[in-house]
């Protein structure tokens, strides 16, 4: 399973692809090529990192909306209203813009880009792709008396409790976690593509605590970590992340960008979440399935063709047409090939 | 042999590479990768598509500068003296720009790019890399009293031209070479790397003609398509290209940019020709050896900075820093990773 690139007839360039599909047991239920590939996790990551919020009681103490967490796990587009939005959770923590570590960047929507370009909007740390994440990093820090100066360093215990929250979800241990710097500045993880699907698998399970203490042998710590952490009694802190992106899918990525069509052509049934340099991940709620891909040389729009064909192959179909095929035109405007996935999974 | 883009001391991302390294009698002496991968050349064949502007003596006949070859062959950068360039010699072959079907785009050099940006310089096909080519192809259709309308198109005779010499030089008869739209709107020719590398390495024969008669076979009936060309009586085309490209590097390209840079790296010694979606080509003048290469997935960077490696494994030290290793930043303009060629070719 690879995707193509066509110019005319003749297959010009190739992409390939790392795919893991894992049961909420930890079953690899299919895959393509290296499911076991180590990669970072990237924006992938962002569930995991937004669920303290929820574990720890941060969400209850500050009173956060749906809204707030759906764009905690976001990628937005910079849209004003999800600038906006970000804005008033800034707000609702008693934080500032100033205190957002994360760089300036280009808008990942090319409409939303060009608009405030026309405009001359400035572009500020809180039109960052990744402001909820930090605003809910800040959210975090404020609700256990933790400096909220230098947040984004691995040595700061938000760095280390969300590092923690990965470990747990992937079942890796947190010393055999590579880490490094993402492209907001904050703490990114690397891991088997196996390791994320399952941790996306566990988002569909009602009660993990309960639900793995029925399996044997070497989830049972995880078990243990997890009612250990005495936010944990409150509930299901999954179920509350996973209903924000599914009530929001275009908060989760913005108007006409991938994750927000893949999530809004099956309501209720998928959440998609994008990462940098071709990764991707996804839960498939009803079917308790995770998915987590890696585009082997990083290609964007590659991860989410290959996303749209897994999915509409584990049974959600029809995918967007602007997901299963992509034309290429050149700069006279032509069409002169296309993009599209070639093969299936492996069972 | 691949380009690796790390994360920290993580490998992220990663290039695969297909390399044929050819002399002159078309043997491999070193590849990475499948050699014979058929892909397009796009911008890489532009010296073979101004060939003809000398063998069919078009450049005797309107008295085209070493500057007009230079720019038939370049994918320059838009620069406001190279734009001045094409246009002269515009004037010189009695076209104006209205007559030039290349669509505009973004300049290659993001410098330029953001100074007419910044002036507002409205972009019109003369912008276009591609503009010296096109004004090469509007000279050959004058010269032979071919219709300057379509040129662009595979039936139009310029193109046939084109892609007779094509075949000519890489040996691959025309019936099976694959063809497509570029970039630009022009044809352009799907073919095995060990071809076009064998093309490039034939740039060095002082006289094709006499060499190619030396050898046994299949070869022969090359001779005797360049003899049945009358303007190869005048002597050697291939020189006054390769002489035009050597003497103004910064014509094949631009300031900063890998083509430039590689060749002004080790005056007289390379030609370097990059090609859209991860090509390169390039001619070791004083070795007589021609490389072809195709980075899989079409990164551009990363083409480059294999064919630095390739060059320097064949003799040409050092490469210019930049080429070989890029750091990648984030967002902040922190330092996060590099990209790196990883391995070399095989004998």
């Keep these: 399973m690879h995707v193509e690139s066509r110019r005319g007839s003749v297959v010009e360039s190739r992409h390939r692809l790392h795919i893991a599909v894992v049961d909420g047991e930890g079953r690899l239920v299919a895959h393509a090529g290296d499911p076991d590939l180590v990669t970072f996790w990237r924006s992938a990551a962002k569930p995991f990192q937004a669920l303290p919020l929820v574990a720890d009681g941060v969400a209850d103490r500050f009173g956060l909306k749906r809204e707030d967490l759906a764009l905690a796990c976001a990628s937005h587009s910079s849209e004003p209203g999800q600038v906006a939005l970000v804005r008033e959770f800034l707000q609702r923590i008693g934080c500032t813009e100033r205190e957002l570590l994360c760089g300036p960047h280009r808008p990942l929507s090319e409409a939303v880009a060009r608009d405030y370009e026309m405009r001359g909007v400035r ?103 997890h009612t250990d952490n005495p936010q944990s009694a409150i509930g299901n802190p999954q179920s509350r992340v996973v209903e924000a992106m599914l009530r929001h899918p275009e908060l989760v990525a913005g108007s006409g960008r991938p994750c927000t069509e893949l999530m809004r052509a099956h309501p209720g049934r998928v959440i998609a979440k994008v990462g940098a340099e071709g990764v991707y991940s996804a839960l498939l709620v009803r079917e308790g399935l995770g998915v987590a891909l890696k585009v ?52």
């Design 296 to 347: 082997e040389d990083g290609h964007s729009v590659a991860s989410a063709l290959a996303l749209a064909a897994v999915l509409a192959e584990l049974g959600l179909k029809p995918q967007p047409p602007s997901l299963v095929a992509r034309p290429t035109t050149n700069s006279r405007g032509d069409v002169v090939g296309e993009m599209r996935v070639n093969g299936g999974l492996l069972q």
């Design 123 to 225: 572009l500020t740390a809180v039109y960052s792709n990744c402001s909820g994440k930090h605003t809910g990093m800040l959210a975090l820090a404020k609700h256990h008396d933790w400096p909220t100066q230098f947040y984004t360093r691995i040595e700061h215990p938000v760095q280390q409790r969300c590092l923690a929250e990965v470990s747990r979800w992937t079942d890796v241990p947190a010393e055999r976690i590579g880490v490094a710097v993402d492209g907001c500045g904050v703490a990114c993880f690397a891991i088997p593509l196996r390791s994320m699907a399952w941790a996306y698998a566990r988002l569909a399970i009602a009660d993990f605590g309960l639900r793995i203490a029925e399996l044997q042998g070497k989830v049972v710590a995880l078990h243990d970590a």
